[in-house]
């Protein structure tokens, strides 16, 4: 079993969800951290928590990963110890809409793509050359049961996740010859923000996801991260897909009446 304590950790999409669980299990591990998110306020609150809590290092960017020259700037900027990445966990994504493709908006599509696409490619990119560098390192991308399977009116955000599942085994192939590994975790209904996100703000549309059923928590996809980077060097996790037990596929879940 591979020990954390005092590796560095860059989390995108930090403050809420999946990579706010994930931060407080890496801290918990003893990990540096590396925060990368849009909202400062949250960001500065969750630093101050870890640090209080857990005594361990904290760094933050306030970061939009759609922006390949903030990303640059940002990661060019590390120094000393904090380039010494052991873990990038690319968990930055969303979902915005649940239209037919036919009736779909441009916009959303466009913020899709841009953020689970070429966000996770922008952050790899510029992360990827310390770890190459290093000959260490662990790619952790944040995929999706739609990098699986597609539902209706899913479309383009099925579509961007499974970009990331070709993404992430591209990865692997590149990376073949270095000790760096890459690894997918690829969750199915987790109850997080992603449904305020996908509805702009409506609770009552988020809710109907989960309505009848229990779904994951943050928590049990950030215990799924924190197995994959502590497995020994020559372990690679490739991929995980978890579901709540109410849940067999995208399509198919048992609620309760």
């Given at each position: 079993m ?24 890496f801290a918990?591990?003893g ?67 649940f239209?037919?493709?036919?009736e ?29 560098k ?15 399977e ?49 509805y ?13 059923m ?6 049990d ?19 995980i ?5 109410a ?11």
């Amino acid at each position: 079993m591979k020990d954390l304590k005092d590796k560095v950790v860059f989390i995108t999409g930090a403050t809420s969800g999946i990579g706010r669980s994930a931060a407080f299990k890496f801290a918990e591990s003893g990990c540096k951290l590396i925060l990368a998110a849009r909202r400062k306020e949250r960001l500065d609150s969750l630093q101050s928590e870890l640090m209080e809590k857990f005594g361990v290092d904290v760094i933050t960017m306030v970061l939009d990963v759609r922006n390949y020259s903030e990303v640059d700037k940002a990661v060019s900027e590390l120094h000393g110890e904090w380039t010494k990445i052991e873990v990038l966990l690319n968990n930055a994504g969303l979902a915005r809409g649940f239209s037919k493709v036919h009736e779909g908006s441009l916009d959303d599509w466009n913020e899709m793509i841009d953020t689970n696409v070429k966000g996770l490619l922008f952050v790899s990119k510029c992360v990827i050359p310390f770890m190459v560098k290093n000959n260490s390192g662990h790619v952790i991308n944040i995929g999706s049961i739609a990098g699986h399977e597609v539902y209706p009116n899913g479309n383009v955000y099925c579509a961007s996740k499974h970009a990331v599942d070709a993404i992430t085994k591209g990865m692997r192939m590149d990376l073949t010859g270095t000790a760096v590994r890459v690894t997918t975790i690829d969750p199915g209904l987790v109850e997080t923000e992603f449904g305020l996100v996908r509805y702009r703000g409506d609770a009552d549309k988020a809710k109907t996801a989960y309505v009848g059923m229990k779904p994951l928590s943050p928590d049990d996809v950030a215990d799924a991260i924190i197995y994959s980077a502590t497995r020994d060097e020559n372990v690679v996790v490739a991929q995980i897909v978890l579901l709540p037990v109410a849940q067999a596929s995208a399509m198919v879940v048992y609620r309760e009446n």
